[in-house]
């Protein structure tokens, strides 16, 4: 889409949630439509219902076709040929699907070039369960559908604070079963490798939290540390990755270390995003790394406690789409630096004078 505005695609999420709210509210500044076009997965109706429920002063256009997508505007392309019934503040069905037939038809529309970068609204895990999602969450199911082999790495951020996970969505007690040594290096490299690229960090550090209290306390509370978490550091710093520990995480944090560094990585979802969301929960950002795809969300849920009230936050939602640009930008000047690199150059010296040399490049 050289020459165009950076297409945002947007998944309506949970229609019973805070989605649509959000949504149109971060659109209803017109200064959006300067920095991208957005693409609405979901249903007009259901946008319109939102829109008049709470009052939302935001204007949209109906495609039917990508062709029909304008720059300046907020485009909704229709998921679902059902009429769907939106009963605010409570998980359905009928929600469910809805927010899967979204996502579904995003994907697949990503895959044939029709935007640039995802931003997915809150869906609820449960109802959005079937044959064809089968998964804890949007990482997973994204990370297959269009990860081409890749393997995703949960961040959340704010600013220059990023929350990265080794374990996402399992349960606690199968946390210790799932953690090895190739998976901390797996992710380590992941967050490495996105620092440099999407985030524009030469050389990173990363901070490494350990996964029992006190970091073990030299084997009296666990092994994990020892076997485990310190080999996988050791062996990424043979491979040039700045990283450092393992650090008890309620002492790192308490003590506002985390400032240090550009990045932290968690052993398991709560013992990162319990801190991150205290401390950034209303411009926190999740953004899925290591996949081809630009993919963010906001850091809430579908929030069925104030859905309809017309008074949850859209900050969040517009820091997804902020972040996805910046992403994008980065990962496309990346790709420009290295289509491009600068030749090799060396001192050869010739009686008394160095003479700077360019490596000859063979002609075909």
């Known amino acids: 889409m050289e020459g165009?505005?950076?297409?945002?695609?947007?998944?309506?999420?949970?229609?019973?949630g805070v989605g649509y709210e959000v949504i149109l509210k971060a659109f209803s500044d017109s200064l959006m439509f300067d920095l991208c076009t957005p693409v609405i997965y979901g249903s007009p109706k259901v946008a319109a219902y939102h829109c008049k429920a709470m009052d939302i002063q935001t204007n949209?256009?109906?495609?039917?076709?990508?062709?029909?997508?304008?720059?300046?505007?907020?485009?909704?392309i229709n998921c679902s040929e059902e009429e769907l019934k939106v009963e605010l503040t409570k998980p359905t069905v009928e929600a469910g699907k809805a927010a899967l037939s979204a996502l579904e038809r995003a994907l697949h529309d990503y895959s044939e070039g029709v935007f640039d970068v995802l931003v997915t609204a809150p869906i609820n895990k449960h109802t959005i369960q079937s044959d064809v999602f089968h998964f804890p969450g949007h990482t997973e199911y994204i990370e297959e559908r269009v990860g081409e082999g890749n393997k995703a790495l949960m961040i959340l951020l704010k600013g220059d604070f990023r929350m990265a996970l080794v374990t996402g969505h399992i349960p606690v007690g199968e946390i210790t079963s799932h953690l090895t040594k190739e998976l901390i290096m797996q992710k380590l490299e992941i967050f490495h490798q996105s620092l440099k690229k999407d985030f524009g960090i030469d050389n990173p550090r990363i901070a490494v939290f350990s996964l029992n209290p006190h970091a073990g306390d030299n084997g009296l509370i666990g092994s994990e540390e020892a076997t485990?978490?310190?080999?996988?550091?050791?062996?990424?710093?043979?491979?040039?990755?700045?990283?450092?520990?393992?650090?008890?995480?309620?002492?790192?944090?308490?003590?506002?270390?985390?400032?240090?560094?550009?990045?932290?990585?968690?052993?398991?979802?709560?013992?990162?995003?319990?801190?991150?969301?205290?401390?950034?929960?209303?411009?926190?950002?999740?953004?899925?790394?290591?996949?081809?795809?630009?993919?963010?969300?906001?850091?809430?849920?579908?929030?069925?406690?104030?859905?309809?009230?017309?008074?949850?936050?859209?900050?969040?939602?517009?820091?997804?789409?902020?972040?996805?640009?910046?992403?994008?930008?980065?990962?496309?000047?990346?790709?420009?630096?290295?289509?491009?690199?600068?030749?090799?150059?060396?001192?050869?010296?010739?009686?008394?004078?160095?003479?700077?040399?360019?490596?000859?490049?063979?002609?075909?």
Not at 4 to 16: P, S, W
Not at 67 to 75: A, C, E, F, M
Not at 254 to 272: K, T
Not at 306 to 331: P, W
């Open 4 to 16: 165009n505005k950076i297409r945002v695609g947007i998944t309506h999420g949970d229609i019973n």
């Open 60 to 76: 949209f256009s109906i495609v039917n076709s990508p062709s029909d997508i304008q720059d300046g505007r907020l485009n909704i």
């Open 228 to 364: 485990i978490i310190k080999p996988a550091i050791e062996e990424m710093v043979k491979r040039h990755v700045q990283c450092f520990g393992p650090y008890p995480a309620d002492g790192f944090m308490g003590a506002g270390n985390y400032r240090y560094f550009d990045g932290i990585l968690a052993m398991y979802h709560d013992q990162g995003l319990a801190p991150f969301k205290a401390l950034a929960m209303d411009e926190g950002v999740n953004f899925t790394a290591g996949l081809p795809i630009v993919r963010t969300s906001p850091a809430h849920g579908t929030a069925y406690d104030i859905a309809g009230k017309g008074i949850a936050s859209e900050d969040s939602f517009r820091q997804a789409i902020y972040t996805a640009l910046d992403v994008f930008r980065n990962r496309r000047r990346e790709a420009e630096i290295s289509a491009r690199p600068l030749r090799k150059q060396y001192y050869e010296k010739r009686d008394d004078s160095d003479k700077l040399k360019l490596d000859a490049v063979d002609e075909e």
